[in-house]
């Protein structure tokens, strides 16, 4: 069974996972996978550099990410062009990492997750919910970006609404770490259970 987890900036995405991880669940997040497919000597990245010019490379030949997310933040085409070359990349490497796991269960950690066909594959869609106004204040406390900034990303996800909406569990996020490993431990023995019980079930 695989477990989307989702959320917002600065939903706490992060800490459940590390939460999961500490149960011994096989994690796979997807910024990360995004990230190892445009490392240098990536055939996705000289494709950007085609695309882009060369001045999107930072001097050490690695992805200058905070010049593509001001060309793409502007233009719906290059944003829809980006997505068209590294969706099918970064899914196929989620897929690659999945297989290998070997945990009772897995999670696909991913901000966009809904927003794109990752939810396609994953069984079941956890998401961590927070309120607008704490995900502005956490996102800039972390990323030390200001209020416009986080807005716009926000912009480009689902609203709370529509994301609570096409869960199958929420873990509210609005008070301590504690009570968010609570909502995590309790929701590791729900996937066992629901894991067990694929296994043992009669085909």
Not at 20 to 37: C, K, Q, S, W
Not at 88 to 104: G, W, Y
Not at 119 to 134: A, K, N, P
Request: charged share 25%; net charge negative.
């Amino acid at each position: 069974m695989i477990i989307g987890l989702t959320g917002g900036i600065g939903s706490g995405k992060s800490q459940a996972s590390k939460r999961f991880a500490l149960h011994g669940i096989t994690l796979v997040n997807a910024d990360v996978v995004a990230r190892e497919v445009v490392m240098p000597g990536c055939p996705a990245l000289q494709a950007i550099a085609q695309h882009f010019g060369p001045e999107i490379l930072a001097a050490d030949g690695t992805l200058n990410r905070r010049k593509l997310r001001e060309i793409i933040f502007q233009s719906k085409a290059e944003k829809q062009w980006l997505e068209a070359l590294l969706h099918p990349l970064i899914n196929a490497e989620i897929r690659r990492q999945l297989s290998t796991s070997t945990s009772a269960y897995s999670i696909l950690e991913s901000p966009l997750l809904l927003e794109t066909k990752q939810y396609e594959l994953v069984d079941r869609i956890l998401v961590v919910d927070v309120s607008e106004m704490t995900q502005i204040d956490r996102a800039s406390q972390r990323d030390n970006s200001d209020e416009q900034q986080i807005k716009a990303i926000m912009q480009t996800q689902l609203s709370r609404q529509e994301r609570c909406a096409r869960a199958h569990d929420i873990i509210q996020n609005h008070g301590s770490i504690d009570e968010l490993n609570q909502q995590v431990d309790k929701l590791h023995q729900l996937y066992l259970e629901l894991t067990h019980a694929e296994i043992t079930s009669p085909k």
